[in-house]
């Protein structure tokens, strides 16, 4: 089905592996519609509770393949046609998001993890803002879930100097939310994949939905927002276990309903 990307659905997690180590995983058009087409597939299974993003071999992703690029080409295009639309699948996803970066994830490689819900590094990958270097602004939304994590002052920075920064550096600055041992790498990120699939995915997409509210309404809006929500929550079938379970002193087993 793909060729580019591996994908693969086992335990309730949706597998999504960028799939070219002989170039960093680094984009072409391809990538990107495969990527897109991917997280869609894993929003309308009802059996996915997670996805993980990670890359195979000893990158996460480079960013975009140089290799594809010509002084012709119009930029403003390619990211409306192919980067656009992939990181806009994965904003409108209500399913956790785990960027895996197991190596370095450079330029839009970066911005691929930045769009994620939860990034954990290998403490032998690292970040680097590298649009700079070829005389480019960090684009596929970069510095808008740049500013957020970590403010204007140190996106600014990141953006301006495209100083690699490394695992322990990101998760200290909260560009990271953990920080894995190379030699438990695999163990530790399905771990917490799992975790995620086993918590009241109707909830999780609700959060999402008011995380994003935040920047966009206003205290009332955002106010009568969280009331519907609550109020979704609520009637859902998770919600009944997770108080079911308190009141018979035993750990809730949700179904993601």
């Known amino acids: ?78 990211l409306r046609e192919h980067y656009g639309p992939m990181i806009k699948q994965i904003r409108q996803c209500e399913k956790p998001i785990v960027a895996a970066v197991n190596g370095v994830a450079a330029g839009a490689g970066f911005s691929l993890a930045l769009a994620c819900d939860f990034r954990l590094m290998s403490e032998r990958a690292s970040f680097l803002n590298a649009f700079i270097h070829v005389g480019l602004i960090p684009d596929s939304g970069n510095l808008y879930y740049l500013t957020q994590l970590v403010g204007q002052s140190k996106a600014a920075e990141l953006a301006i100097l495209g100083e690699k920064v490394p695992a322990t550096v990101a998760v200290a600055m909260g560009l990271a939310n953990r920080l894995i041992p190379s030699e438990t790498w695999d163990a530790d990120v399905s771990a917490f994949a799992a975790r995620l699939g086993a918590l009241p995915t109707k909830a999780i997409g609700l959060i999402k939905r008011s995380l994003k509210a935040t920047s966009e309404l206003s205290f009332e809006d955002y106010h009568e927002l969280e009331a519907q929500g609550q109020r979704t929550a609520g009637l859902t079938k998770d919600h009944g276990e997770g108080v079911n379970a308190f009141m018979q002193k035993r750990k809730p087993v949700f179904t993601g309903q």
């Open 1 to 78: 089905m793909f060729e580019t990307i591996r994908y693969d659905v086992k335990d309730g997690i949706a597998w999504l592996i960028l799939n070219r180590p002989d170039k960093l995983n680094a984009f072409i058009a391809q990538m990107n519609r495969e990527v897109k087409e991917a997280i869609k597939a894993a929003s309308y299974d009802e059996q996915v509770r997670c996805i993980v993003i990670t890359g195979e071999g000893r990158a996460f992703c480079s960013g975009q393949d140089l290799s594809e690029v010509d002084e012709h080409m119009d930029h403003g295009q390619v």
